[in-house]
């Protein structure tokens, strides 16, 4: 009984101590908001910021192209 206790112990110390998994974790939980991020900015709707911006530039630039070819 005792033996495995220690070896439960001796397991749980090492898992606590262990940081590797912490840090999958972490990497995990910040690629999620950078996708969640992502997603908002380049939204299909056509409301996102960076959409929203890019359609404006788009555009201006064939509203400009085209006065210069007529």
Avoid at 42 to 59: A, E, R
Wanted: hydrophobic share 50%; charged share 15%; proline share 1%.
């Amino acid at each position: 009984m005792f033996k495995l206790h220690a070896q439960v112990r001796g397991f749980l110390g090492k898992f606590v101590k262990n940081e590797q998994g912490v840090s999958a974790l972490e990497y995990a939980i910040v690629m999620a908001g950078v996708s969640a991020t992502v997603l908002f900015i380049f939204s299909s709707s056509d409301q996102g910021p960076i959409m929203s911006l890019l359609k404006t530039t788009f555009n201006l630039l064939k509203a400009k192209s085209l006065s210069i070819l007529q």
